[in-house]
Every structure is written in C-alpha cells, then in structure tokens.
C-alpha cells in the first residue's frame, strides 16, 4: 500500500508511553501515524497534514481534548475523533459524542479494545470516503471534465482528489504529456473551500528566463528596462488560492532557489524592492519528468522536490487503461456532436485500442474532433482517422476480423456498463455521469445489452457523506 492510500492517524496526549503503545498499534493497522503532546500542537500539525483519525485525552494542558474536537471539526468535518478519559469523567466524555465525538475509551485500557475502537474508525471513515467519493461523481461541473474512467486507475486518482480537496498540503502531479494534469489541478482546487478564491495555472516551460523571477513574484517601477509601473506577481495574484506550476522540472536552479524561499517563508519578494509581501497560497506542481531522478543528477533541487512531494497523484498514460478507451471516445463524441448519435464502427474502436496514444487523452480528444470535422456525421471508420491511428494493418481487417472484433469490443462496453451501473447502484443519472455520456445514450446501451432498468436502492441515497 502506498503512503497516499494510507490513513493518517493522530494520537494527542500529555504522557509519553500512551503516545508510543497508540502509535504501535496503529501502525500494527497501517496507519500513518504521528504525536502531539498538547492540543495547540495538534492543530499545528492539521496545518501541514489532516489525519483521517484522531484519538485525544480528555484533559491537557491549556486547551482541553473537548476544545480541540470542536477546533478539529470546525476545519475538518469527516475526521474521526475519539476521546480517552479516566473513570472519573464519563460525563464529559459522553458530552464530547454529543459534539461530534465518534466514541470514548476509558484508561487503563486495554490494547485489543483500541485496536477494535480504531479498525472501527477507519471502516467508518472508508465508507464516508467511498460514498463521498460517488456523490462527487455525479456533479457536472466544468473543472472535472476529461477526468473520464472507471479502470481502478483513474478511479485511485478520483478518490485522491476527493481526499485532497479538503487540506491545503503540497500536492505533486505527475504524468506524461496529454493524460490532464492541468485537469486534476482544477479539481483539487474547485471540489474543495478554495473553490471561490484564484486558481493561477503557470507553465513553467514558457516563460522567458529573464522575466521568470518577475512574472513569478513581481516587480517594482523602474526596476529594470521596460518595467514602467509597479506589476503584482502570479504567487500574489494567486494569495488565499492555489497556484499551478506546470511542467515544474523546467525551472533554471537560480529559480528554484528563489522559489525554495518562498515556500518556506511563505513571501514574495518583487524585482527591485526590499519589501516582502506574504502571501497564503497553496502549490499544486506537476511534471512529465522523473523528478527524483532528476535531483540525483543535480538538474532539480533536492530539498525543493521533498518540498513539493508531500502528497503525489500519478496519472496512468492512456494505454495502461485502454478499457477506458470506449468511454472516453463517447464522452467526446458527445462534446463534440452533441446529440447527432454519431456511431463508431468496431474496426474504428478496434484502432483506438490497438494504438498506443503517446500523446494520451488530449491526442484521443484530437482526433475524435478531427473525425467530427472531417467526417460524415453518422460514424466514424477508419477512413476518418489520422493515419498513424487507422494504420495499414487495421485498414486490411477482414469483414471475419471485424465481427470478432466488434463483439469484443461490444463485451467491453457491456461490462464496463454493468460494472459502472453496479457502482452507481442502480442510478441512472449517477451512471451516464461517471460513464460520460447523456441518459439517452445509456437508454440506448441499456437496450441494446439487455440490461434491467432498476431504481437506485434506498441505502446509496439515505447514507450520509
């Protein structure tokens, strides 16, 4: 299991061995696990990283465990917090659940009534995760469009945004050119409570070497040739926001020095001013290249990718999730030739599969638009794709080779149907949604593939997220 998969538990309390015999057991169950001693240093903590579970004392030093269940779910509503008390404060203990407390554990305790209390906690918070996760699914908003899928790829990068959202941490997109790293950017920031505030998209590769440093952080009037007023800075334009460095690995090292400093100090600097400004911005980055790889040979700072690395989302390229292939050409079918019911004939899907896409989903979005604009406006052969696509070989498919084909290609589209409508549990709405394609469409494939037309079951509406 990866660190981003797993969850991240919290122990507060003043006594050293409570702290370790905690962080024992949680990490006996896979949990990322860290320590505070005080419950203002428990909120420090939320800063830099949210955990998915807490367990405090009841009573500390200062704030009390109760204050900091309020603080906790005031800033984030889905943790579990449960509370340790003596015997002597069951009240104050069952008043905490009153307040959002998921349980209580009284000292001494034993360690298999922690463990129980924590495996509980985390199914509680898997499940809130899984259901939050689908009701996100069905929204139609602009941000998430083109992040299309239901391979258990795509799906592990869905369920990372939906986790990240909430949390203002560092988050390193990774991925070749064309998979939509620009795309999962905008869904961190506008699924989660910045979604009012800037988003600034930054392609780091374009901007010309002698202006970096003022495009990024500003400058003064005068500070250099041409500068004839005062400019504000992407990082300031960005402040109480997020900023997107694209293509981060292409930074000159003088920039990424100066870029170091300001995520630690958390101000800009602009060109000919001694002034600091500071500035709350929250950096999403991403990157084609192998960062790591690249600090080793001296290309990329180090202490600036463990900076930016603090959570990283890899977006799989199109062929290693090409049972995703079909729903992405329908999805931009629809985008494209809203309404025509323009078909794709098998030996033009059997292409899309067979190709390896080295330019991924923004090459497939390419050429469903080239078709569209090319072609006849009732289907897509062969005929209508790039020739790299169709290729010799695939034009001199048999009419046998295209039947087996065809019914193939036919048993993908059903189980994918199935295996979506099954996620949806039986809604309709929900299911064209996450399938990209309108309800009409669905209708159509519903019928096509015998697939019962059954209502959404009562516990997928009534659970809570």
């Known amino acids: 299991m990866n660190e981003e998969s797993r969850l991240r538990f919290l122990i507060v309390d003043d006594e050293q061995s409570i702290r370790r015999l905690c962080i024992t057991v949680g990490q006996g169950l896979g949990f990322l696990c860290s320590e505070a001693e005080t419950a203002e240093a428990a909120l420090e903590l939320l800063e830099a990283s949210a955990p998915d579970i ?63 209390l924590l495996k509980r906690m985390a199914e509680k918070v898997n499940l809130v995760t899984e259901n939050h996760f689908l009701r996100e699914r069905v929204s139609t908003e602009t941000q998430l469009d083109g992040i299309t899928g239901t391979s258990v790829k795509i799906q592990d990068v869905l369920r990372m945004v939906s986790r990240l959202k909430d949390t203002r941490t560092p988050v390193l997109v990774t991925g070749e050119s064309g998979t939509g790293k620009e795309l999962v950017a905008r869904a961190v920031h506008f699924r989660g409570p910045l979604a009012q505030m800037p988003f600034i998209a930054v392609d780091c590769g374009a901007l010309v070497p002698t202006l970096m440093e003022s495009e990024l952080f500003g400058h003064e009037k005068g500070a250099f040739t041409g500068a004839l007023k005062a400019k504000m800075g992407l990082f300031h334009a960005a402040d109480g926001g997020s900023i997107f460095l694209d293509e981060i690995g292409e930074l000159p090292l003088e920039m990424q020095a100066k870029l170091l400093r300001v995520l630690q100090e958390k101000e800009v600097r602009p060109v000919g001013s001694n002034d600091r400004v500071p500035v709350d911005v929250r950096v999403i980055a991403a990157t084609n290249r192998d960062l790591e790889a690249a600090y080793r040979t001296g290309t990329f700072r180090k202490d600036l ?41 098998p030996a033009a899907m ?116």
């Open 54 to 116: 807490v367990v405090s004392d009841l009573k500390l030093p200062n704030l009390s465990g109760e204050d900091l269940l309020r603080k906790i779910k005031e800033v984030l509503p889905r943790t579990e917090v449960a509370i340790m008390t003596g015997h002597g404060s069951i009240e104050s203990a069952v008043e905490a659940m009153r307040q959002g407390a998921y349980d209580y554990i009284e000292k001494p305790f034993r360690v298999e009534r922690l463990r129980q």
């Open 350 to 465: 059997n292409s899309f599969l067979q190709y390896d896409w080295p330019g991924n989903v923004r090459e497939l979005e390419n050429c469903i638009a080239r078709a569209v604009a090319l072609g006849a406006h009732h289907s897509i052969d062969v005929a209508d794709l790039p020739p790299a696509i169709g290729g010799a070989r695939n034009l001199e498919i048999s009419d046998e080779e295209a039947d087996l084909s065809g019914t193939a290609l036919a048993d993908m589209e059903r189980m994918t149907i199935l295996r979506v409508f099954e996620q949806a549990g039986g809604d309709k709405a929900l299911a064209g949604k996450m399938l990209g394609i309108s309800r009409a469409t669905l209708y159509r494939r519903l019928r096509r593939y015998n697939i019962p037309l059954r209502s959404a079951p009562k516990r997928l509406v009534e659970t809570t997220s």
């Open 305 to 345: 990718y463990f900076r930016l690395n603090v959570v990283a989302i890899h977006i799989p390229p199109l062929r290693e999730r090409r049972s995703d292939i079909p729903q992405l050409v329908h999805c931009f079918l629809e985008r494209y030739a809203p309404g025509e019911n323009i078909q794709v004939t």
